[in-house]
């Protein structure tokens, strides 16, 4: 797992310092961030807000700046994770190197960049059993791909396969992928019966229903499958996957685990309640879905 404690080492509890953060993006209500984070502090007993807040990379320096000694941090979605690594005093090699910061601690006067998601994806592996999958096929060639190629790096898979519709659509991870050190294999999906045989996990992090049309390729395989996707659970390829005795992990266990990380960095403490973290997640897609009730949200299951 990826264990960078530098940026916990120099940012100490919150403690009399401040106790918001927000979410920011565009759009920002979607998010499952703020409901995470709120269910952790909460549990943990502390009187910090999380919120949702929109802004887009034009109007992030301005808000940046006017940000006040009341805010602990923030938390960033894509293009904002790119935008706001020169507005930081400093970054992490991690965030450096996947070409972004999703997290942002404030303390005494500086601004310190992260990116915690690459935590979330490593963690939600390890915890459905796939500390050592080998091998790897990730569909997908965009930002989310830069982080799980980091991810896949910390398993001991340095050579993965990355799948995109058309070879220009990869770039992104192709770059990120140089400086992480990793030899990426890219190909198109016309490939990808023959890119699955014994492949040890397919990471997805096309947006969903994108990866439909996919997944009884994918199911045939027997590859364990983690799923990027958590709009609309479970997807057609969890369900393919799971259909047939895979391994399935939710699109929503590399949240949970990223809230982890981002929550002892932005409180300095550990212990972050992942049980409390997960029901809210739960009960939050639930009122979404406007069901009355959804499949659980677990960390690695056959479904």
Not at 245 to 250: A, F, L
Request: glycine content about 12%; proline content about 5%; hydrophobic content about 45%.
């Amino acid at each position: 797992m990826y264990t960078d404690r530098t940026l916990m080492d120099r940012t100490p509890s919150g403690d009399g310092e401040g106790n918001r953060v927000a979410v920011l993006g565009s759009p920002a209500g979607h998010s499952l961030s703020p409901t995470l984070h709120r269910a952790a502090y909460a549990a943990m007993g502390l009187g910090w807000d999380c919120e949702a807040v929109e802004c887009d990379a034009s109007a992030l320096p301005a808000l940046f700046d006017a940000l006040g000694d009341g805010w602990a941090g923030l938390c960033l979605t894509t293009p904002l994770k790119r935008a706001v690594l020169p507005l930081v005093d400093e970054v992490s090699d991690l965030a450096l190197d996947v070409g972004g910061a999703d997290t942002v601690v404030l303390r005494h006067g500086r601004s310190f960049g992260d990116h915690c998601g690459v935590h979330g994806i490593v963690a939600a592996l390890r915890q459905a059993g796939l500390d050592a999958p080998g091998s790897a096929v990730v569909l997908g060639g965009g930002a989310a791909t830069c982080a799980a190629l980091a991810a896949l790096r910390e398993v001991g898979v340095r050579e993965p396969v990355v799948v995109v519709r058309e070879r220009g659509g990869a770039r992104e991870a192709e770059a990120a992928a140089g400086r992480l050190g990793v030899s990426v294999d890219l190909r198109r999906f016309d490939e990808l019966d023959r890119l699955l045989r014994g492949v040890g996990v397919v990471v997805s992090t096309l947006p969903a229903g994108a990866a439909d049309a996919l997944a009884p390729r994918v199911a045939r395989s027997g590859a364990a499958v983690l799923d990027a996707a958590c709009s609309a659970w479970p997807t057609r390829l969890a369900k393919a996957a799971g259909f047939v005795g895979g391994i399935v992990i939710d699109g929503v266990s590399p949240l949970l685990y990223r809230a982890q990380r981002q929550i002892e960095l932005l409180t300095g403490r550990t212990g972050v309640p992942i049980t409390a973290m997960r029901a809210a997640a739960q009960a939050e897609l639930v009122r979404r879905a406007g069901l009355e009730a959804v499949p659980a949200v677990s960390g690695g299951q056959s479904m």
